[in-house]
């Protein structure tokens, strides 16, 4: 049986006010054990003789004889504070002050005037840090949970703003995380196939938050369809998995990160199926990770019983009979154990809301681990991945993320959004701090606050606009905020969590993903379906104009890639994209339509046929010993309309043609090709509505 210890913790109080150490030892003096120095000599000559015993230190700045910078001096040169925490104590507010104070070691501040909850809380969370007796494991719980419902509302505020163009809310992201932490501890249960801590599931139920990032660039009639999504559209909404890959990849920082990493698994492969018949890479069973596998069940229930503009929700019942009788895809046979065998459990599980839940069984599982492991290394370790979460979210988007808190007044700021904006991390005393006025310019921060203290805590969000001055200029941003009120009856207004995007920026980095999701990543042409929109609007611009549509793909393109490598094959059809830029105009639209085949559409005067002679030739040619060659159909709106389905589908039929007679060559679609066309359109059609749609 483990010894309880019930010797008191011991806190030296060093304040050259008498009333001051008072103050503090009332607060603190039924918990611990509080000795007095009236300056910075004597707390000097307590520590020589008592360093060993002292738990804590509380420390005033502005002594006689010896003040607080000095015994802070004194302290590391003795190595002291490396074993004994401190907490500044004082009425200055300047961040020089502040920044100093952190430079030296110390681990927290507390200012005058005195509040009590704010002092023991500051006293209880460095101790906490430093403690090395075990009857402190107990106190972990309490600080964990704290952050981590912290970084669950700046999870819900990043849930508004990937969802706000979408016909989705918020919730279902949180749904889905409820769901993700549920399953993966079942899974935990059932088997010892996959090896996860209380950790590893935390990481993965917070990375299931940005599964859908990526649909921040499909268009909103896309997103927002209320009827069954075409083909093409089908394709176009596919893309949101590898483009919230490709945010993730294309991060300017943490990209070791675990949860980072474990965010790109999930973005990327959280529609695989496990029989293979996923996408966007078509991996199969455990080759798909198993936080992609968990979070691609978690969202297809909820997509099943969420209301959507294009259906009603579907029964808890039938949506899970749904998903055992693989209506909407396979999926593991050990999840779906999982869900068949706890079913009864899921409705409850979104009711109660995981958050706090599921953090709660996370907290008391690394209590436990800590009475065996020791409380100092493990709460640190713990307390650092709680902050590396909040910075992933701070530079997931590059916006100024910040936290405000009434008592003490003060703001802190995400590392990337203070040098952004020119401030101190920590601004103490925000109202009266001249720089951080500055930038917000007058009137902006009565108006924030004003917002935020008329929220309540069931509608505790807060959106405003606003010119944040920094960097020589004035900037139109968009604040979107939640405040933070407390369990008290009334409620108490405590601050709130936030953040400032810069308007500006933001219309550039959706260009910027916009254009990343039109494109081909390998050719840098466009993709099909950003052609297709493209050619459809230059025909709805200019109707009475004439117009070409191509298609061509690379002859003996198989027998490359099996005899030098798919690497050299991926090599030929970059040189053929070269190619083809090189021949066409720029008000020409020319993509990689998939695989080998590319695509053209130009406008045309007069002798087509001499244009279209001119660019199949010089697709021709000998590149690294092997010799490019093309097979190219041709379609004209003045044959068969100006309709993209037609011309797409008679160019097609006349590259058919082609490689009846051989390959090599280029041919006009003509009327004697029509009696084949419906025969071709349906097999193709067929072709491209497959695939899993849920």
Not at 541 to 546: A, G, H, I, Q, T
Not at 582 to 604: H, K, N, P, Q, V
């Amino acid at each position: 049986m483990e010894e309880t210890n019930t010797k008191k913790q011991t806190i030296l109080v060093v304040d050259d006010s008498e009333m001051n150490r008072s103050i503090l030892a009332d607060m603190l003096g039924d918990e611990y054990n509080i000795l007095e120095a009236e300056d910075g000599l004597e707390a000097v000559s307590v520590m020589q003789k008592k360093s060993d015993e002292i738990d804590l230190m509380l420390l005033d700045i502005v002594m006689p004889r010896m003040n607080g910078f000095d015994v802070l001096g004194v302290m590391n040169q003795n190595g002291w504070i490396e074993a004994t925490p401190v907490i500044m104590v004082s009425a200055e507010s300047g961040s020089p002050q502040v920044e100093r104070a952190y430079d030296m070691g110390v681990t927290d501040f507390i200012m005058r005037p005195f509040d009590a909850l704010i002092v023991r809380r500051r006293v209880v969370n460095t101790l906490l840090l430093y403690a090395k007796q075990r009857r402190l494991v107990s106190m972990v719980e309490e600080q964990i949970y704290e952050k981590e419902r912290r970084s669950g509302m700046m999870i819900d505020i990043l849930s508004h703003i990937v969802e706000f163009r979408n016909g989705e809310s918020g919730l279902h992201i949180l749904h889905v995380r409820t769901l993700t932490d549920f399953f993966l501890r079942l899974l935990m249960q059932k088997t010892d196939q996959y090896h996860m801590t209380a950790a590893d599931i935390s990481r993965i139920s917070t990375g299931s938050a940005l599964h859908d990032i990526g649909k921040i660039a499909i268009d909103e009639h896309i997103l927002n369809k209320p009827g069954r999504l075409t083909a093409e559209e089908f394709e176009i909404m596919k893309t949101h998995a590898m483009v919230g890959a490709r945010m993730l990849e294309d991060l300017p920082v943490h990209q070791d990160d675990p949860l980072v990493q474990t965010a790109y698994e999930i973005c990327r492969w959280h529609h695989e199926r496990y029989d293979g018949r996923g996408y966007p890479d078509g991996l199969a069973g455990d080759d798909i990770p198993i936080s992609a596998q968990v979070v691609a069940l978690a969202d297809v229930y909820d997509a099943l019983t969420s209301p959507r503009v294009y259906k009603a929700p579907i029964p808890h019942e039938t949506a899970v009979q749904m998903i055992l009788d693989g209506k909407c895809g396979a999926f593991n046979p050990l999840l779906l154990e999982c869900l068949s065998e706890n079913a009864g459990e899921i409705r409850g599980q979104l009711a109660a809301g995981s958050v706090s839940k599921g953090t709660r069984r996370e907290i008391q599982a690394i209590a436990d681990e800590s009475l065996h492991s020791g409380a100092s290394k493990r709460t640190l370790r713990l307390l650092d991945y709680e902050r590396d979460k909040y910075s992933f979210f701070a530079a997931l988007t590059e916006d100024i993320q910040f936290e405000y808190t009434v008592s003490p007044p003060m703001i802190t700021l995400s590392p990337w959004g203070a040098k952004k904006l020119g401030v101190d991390e920590i601004v103490m005393d925000p109202v009266n701090n001249p720089r951080l006025q500055q930038v917000l310019g007058p009137g902006v921060w009565d108006r924030l606050s004003a917002l935020l203290h008329a929220t309540t805590p069931k509608e505790p969000d807060a959106h405003m606009e606003c010119l944040l001055h920094y960097g020589g200029e004035a900037r139109w941003h968009r604040v979107i905020s939640r405040a933070v009120w407390s369990s008290d009856t009334p409620p108490r207004f405590e601050g709130a969590l936030g953040k400032a995007i810069d308007v500006h920026e933001a219309r550039v980095r959706l260009q910027e993903m916009e254009q990343k999701a039109s494109t081909d990543a390998m050719t840098g042409l466009l993709n099909r379906a950003s052609a297709r929109e493209r050619i459809e609007e230059r025909i709805a611009e200019r109707p009475d104009s004439n117009y070409a549509l191509a298609i061509f793909d690379v002859d003996r393109f198989k027998s490359a890639n099996d005899t030098r490598g798919h690497q050299f094959g991926d090599q030929v059809l970059i040189q053929v994209a070269q190619r083809l830029r090189r021949s066409i105009r720029g008000t020409d639209i020319s993509c990689r339509a998939g695989g080998d085949e590319f695509m053209l559409f130009l406008e045309y005067k007069t002798e087509i046929e001499k244009t279209i002679d001119r660019i199949f030739h010089s697709l021709c040619g000998p590149f690294e010993g092997f010799n490019v060659s093309v097979s190219m159909g041709v379609a004209l709106g003045e044959t068969v309309g100006l309709d993209y389905e037609n011309l797409f589908h008679a160019a097609d039929l006349a590259l058919y043609s082609v490689k009846q007679a051989g390959k090599g060559l280029y041919r006009f679609y003509d009327r004697s090709m029509k009696g084949t066309l419906s025969a071709i359109t349906a097999i193709d059609t067929e072709a491209r509505q497959g695939g899993d749609a849920s």
